[in-house]
């Protein structure tokens, strides 16, 4: 199957500091991957689609200058949470996709869980 | 704009069979995909519909008609480990988003 990985899953941060999500597609190349946020018993909430070899596209309300992607090689794509607040606490989830067309599918990694004190 | 609806909470007992609907009101629509979160964990696949009519896969079903933007999930001998958030989710043409709902929160007592 296709197995999605993310590091850290577990991050505390300073408020003010920047936080570095990585996001890997371990046994597939994916050309594009989705980064989401949760908040408790909530739903996924899109933020940008991260393409590789050029810019994201950002969701509506999500900021690009807070919230940066860089999606550098068919594997790996990551996220950093600059200048973190509280509010910026949160579950960060990705997702690469595969296959096309119709039969194209998100295959998600295991999130990564981030507290601002 | 594109919306889902669906059930906030359901609860059922072991053993017993569950339909959880998701009406969903989107444009480029491909299918509509269902996916299980366990608490604190990333959601995992479930099912997938293209076309009307009913998929199944073990214990679970996954129905859609396009005609009325209506899909539900059928899950069948619930066990006490089916306890989750389930969420519909939307695929469109769109770079092939996926739009969540909000989730239903099953609860499967003994």
């Known amino acids: 199957g296709a197995v999605v990985s993310q590091h850290p899953s577990r991050v505390i941060c300073k408020s003010g500091t920047s936080v570095k999500i990585e996001c890997r597609s371990l046994?597939?190349?994916?050309?594009?991957m989705f980064w989401y946020r949760q908040f408790p018993k909530k739903s996924l909430m899109l933020m940008a689609t991260?393409?590789?070899?050029?810019?994201?596209?950002?969701e509506q309300g999500v900021e690009k200058d807070k919230f940066l992607i860089n999606h550098a090689s068919l594997t790996l794509s990551t996220l950093t949470v600059t200048s973190a607040h509280p509010e910026d606490s949160s579950f960060y989830i990705c997702?690469?996709?595969?296959?096309?067309?119709?039969?194209?599918?998100?295959?998600f990694g295991p999130g990564t869980r981030l507290t601002v004190t | 704009g594109q919306s889902l609806e669906q059930p906030s909470e359901v609860t059922a007992v072991e053993g017993a069979i569950v339909q959880i609907n998701c009406t969903y009101q989107t444009s480029g629509f491909y299918g509509l995909s269902w996916y299980q979160q366990h608490d604190g964990g990333a959601p995992t696949f479930l099912s997938y519909n293209a076309l009307d009519g009913l998929e199944e896969t073990g214990r679970f079903s996954s129905f859609l008609s396009r005609s009325d933007s209506y899909g539900y999930l059928l899950l069948q001998e619930l066990q006490m480990k089916d306890s989750a958030s389930y969420f519909c989710a939307v695929k469109n043409n769109q770079g092939g988003k996926l739009i969540f709902g909000q989730g239903t929160e099953l609860s499967v007592k003994p």
């Open positions: 997702s690469a996709g595969r296959g096309g067309g119709a039969s194209y599918e998100q295959y």
């Open positions: 991260s393409n590789e070899g050029s810019k994201a596209t950002y």
């Open positions: 046994d597939f190349q994916a050309t594009t």
